[in-house]
Every structure is written in C-alpha cells, then in structure tokens.
C-alpha cells in the first residue's frame, strides 16, 4: 500500500484486500475451532469494508469533478 502512493485508487483497492484477507483468517479459524462467532465477525468487517469503499469513491469523484485530477498531491489540499 505505501510502495505506490501516487495512485489512490491503487491505495483503496490495498486496504479492500487487507480486509478481505482478514476475513479469510476469521472464516479459517471459525471453521478451525467450531465456532460461528468468526463467521459472523466476517460479516461486519464485509460491510465495513463495503461502506469503506462506497464512501471513499464518492469523495473520489467529487473531487475529480472539483479539481480535475485526483492525484496525491492535489488531495493533499483538502487539509486546509
């Protein structure tokens, strides 16, 4: 995720499969140990990471129709 930080999309698209591979671990080890409350954590990591991602895109598009570009730098402008 920080070896391209010019790419915000490439940035978005990281952190979904971070989650995604930590739901993969609850699922294993929920199914490991018999257990449902693994599955059912997996769940809400799933709609975090969905809501992540619908939110993060729409402040991507905003801001693309604001400045033109949705490079690092210019995003950096939103600070002030």
Same mark, same amino acid.
């Given at each position: /995720? +920080?070896?391209?930080?010019?790419?915000?999309?490439?940035?978005?698209?990281? /952190?979904?499969?971070?989650?995604?591979?930590?739901?993969?671990? +609850?699922? +294993? +080890?929920?199914? %490991? =140990?018999?257990?449902?409350?693994?599955?059912?954590? &997996? %769940?809400? @990591? %799933?709609?975090?990471?969905? &809501?992540?991602?619908? @939110?993060?895109?729409?402040?991507?598009?905003?801001?693309?129709? /604001?400045?033109?570009?949705? &490079?690092?730098? %210019? =995003?950096?402008?939103?600070?002030?």
């Amino acid at each position: /995720m +920080f070896l391209c930080r010019k790419h915000i999309l490439i940035i978005l698209i990281s /952190m979904e499969l971070i989650l995604l591979s930590v739901n993969i671990n +609850f699922i +294993f +080890f929920s199914i %490991l =140990i018999d257990d449902f409350l693994g599955q059912i954590i &997996s %769940l809400l @990591i %799933l709609t975090v990471a969905a &809501s992540e991602i619908v @939110i993060g895109l729409a402040i991507i598009i905003i801001f693309y129709r /604001m400045r033109g570009g949705i &490079s690092i730098k %210019l =995003i950096s402008l939103l600070k002030s």
